[in-house]
Every structure is written in structure tokens, then in C-alpha cells.
């Protein structure tokens, strides 16, 4: 016998059937039945070998380039021939249906924009572009490229290191994209902020929660367990996004 779909409590369900805007916050959670690990969390790939966070600093990529390369490749192949999920066709169907939407994420796999979705402020950029560390030259590498690479690339145009424009742990976020959040997440917060999929270890994950909170709109959480926001939410839904942010969708309008 197939399992039972879940159901949302009704009281949410009356809430979101009058929301006109959203804010989506997503993590590695999100892209979890995509075939991608998780980061942080049990089986997260930082948690069976903390040595990659060393790897993926903006220190090691400026003293040994190759190692923070192969880093890269690394998370490359492991998530090699995902494709989007339910969770990230059922994000990319909310924009449709409301007004005004926003979606933050710290997922680098692209798979957000795969499946649909246009307005995404992507924190922590994409390890598919790339940026010469010599000319600041931009380019992109194929996701063949990416999962055999095992040394620096070099920039075509002067042949200077390449680096993935993406944040690497101590480095800061851009700042276009941190001044985007506070315009459309933290000055007026849509009607629903939904949190998908992310350990909430960073206060600019927080943020946007307790602001939208404090400005009395629904807050949902989606994760297979408690976090530090699960407190704070107005909703917590303990579960799978595939299976949740679906039901979340279909509700909202």
C-alpha cells in the first residue's frame, strides 16, 4: 500500500491560501533527494571529513589553489547527475502563483534555476563560474569539466589561476547580493517566509526569519529535524521538502 501523503494542519492551510508573497530560503537540504549530500548534519560531507572546510577556505585557495580545486571536483562528482525534485519544481511553481517572490539560497548546484525558478539571490555564488584571480576575468565550466578537474584551472585570456566564484568559508558575501536581501527579504518581508532544507547556522539565514516573525507574517520551516529556528517559526513541519513544500505549494492562493 503507497504511503499517505502528508497534511498540513488546516490553520496553515487557511494561512496560505491568503498569501500574495513569498520568501523562500533554501540549503543543501533542499537538494538532498536530488541525489546531493547534505553539508553539515549526519552523513553531511564537512561532518565524515572536516578537512574539506580547510580545503574550501579563501586561505588554502590563495597558498595551494590545486587543493581548494580538487575540493571542488570533489563535491562536483558527488553530486553528479542530479537533477531538480520535487521540492525544487514545487519553489519554482510558488513564484508562478504569487505576486511577489524572492527565493535565498546557499545551494551552488544550480538546480533552483533548472527547475524554473528566476528570481534567486544564489549567497553563495556557483561553483561552475569561474574568475581569474589575475585579470577578473569571468567564464564557466561545463559540469564535465568540473567533476574531472584535479588542479587550478588557468585563465584562457592571461593565464593567471582561475578561482570558482563561489564563497569559500572566511571570505565575505558579495555584497550586490547582500544589499538584494535586505531590499526583498529584511526592509518589507513577503506575506510567507518558507525555510527549506538548511541548518540555519548562518545569521543572514536568521535573519529574514526574525524579522518576518517580528513583522507578524507566516513562517514555515521544512526539515527532517528541529533547528535552531524551529522554535521561532510560526510552522514547523518536521519531514521531507519533497514531500512537503509540494503540499506548501498547491495551498498557497
Known sequence: MADAK???P?????????VRSAGVITGAGVSAESGVP??????????????RIEALTGTTLRSDPDRTWR?????????AGAVPNAAHFAIAEIERKVARFVLLTQNVDGLHQAAGSR????????????????????????????EAIHAAPRCAGCG????????????MLPV???ARMQRELLDDPPELVLVVGTSALFPYIVEPVLVARRARR?????NPEPTVLSPVVGWFLEGSAAALVPEIAREIG
Open 119 to 146: 528570481n534567486v539571490i544564489d549567497i553563495h555564488g556557483s561553483i561552475t563560474r569561474t574568475r581569474c584571480m589575475a585579470c577578473g576575468a569571468e567564464g564557466e565550466l561545463s559540469r564535465e569539466e568540473l
Open 38 to 51: 547534505t553539508y553539515r548534519g549526519k552523513g553531511g560531507l564537512y561532518e565524515e571529513d572536516e578537512s
Open 71 to 79: 575540493a571542488v571536483g570533489d563535491l562536483a562528482r558527488h553530486a
Open 6 to 8: 502528508p497534511t498540513l
Open 176 to 178: 550586490e547580493k547582500v
Open 218 to 222: 507566516l513562517t514555515v520551516e521544512v
Open 10 to 18: 488546516a490553520p496553515l492551510v487557511e494561512a496560505l491560501r491568503r
Open 160 to 171: 593567471g589561476t582561475l578561482r570558482p566564484a563561489a564563497v569559500l568559508f572566511g571570505e
